[in-house]
Nanobody, 123 residues
């Protein structure tokens, strides 16, 4: 059973940068798409970014051009580099493993989740 552990959250000022990392257990990390989602208080969990097993990436319009998702299969990690952060980026960020090597954008397309890490962007 895969386990995902996020790290790197915290408090940053608007315009700043932050890097989130997610460490996965299990032997088949490279075979699956990986994604990042976020959930703000009172809101539904929303898609942020996804990277397929062959490193094709996809982003939510709200973060395109500011966030970059990457993966290191040897280290079993997926990262999210966040630049030009805005107060509206404040949320709990979750790492997730896709059900397939491609993945999609709905939470139902992902079958394993980390515990989440808080990102707070102050204005």
């Amino acid at each position: 059973q895969v386990q995902l552990v996020e790290s790197g959250g915290g408090l940053v000022q608007a315009g700043g940068s932050m890097r989130l990392s997610c460490l996965a257990s299990g032997r088949t990390f490279s075979s699956y798409a990986m994604g990042w989602f976020r959930q703000a208080p009172g809101k539904e969990r929303e898609f942020v970014a996804r990277i397929s097993a062959n490193t094709v990436t996809s982003y939510a319009d709200s973060v395109k051009g500011r966030f970059t998702i990457s993966r290191d299969n040897a280290k079993k990690t997926v990262s999210l580099q966040m630049n030009s952060l805005k107060p509206e980026d404040t949320a709990v960020y979750f790492c997730a493993r896709g059900r397939t090597n491609w993945g999609a954008k709905a939470p139902a397309d992902f079958d394993a989740w980390g515990q989440g890490t808080q990102v707070t962007v102050s204005s």
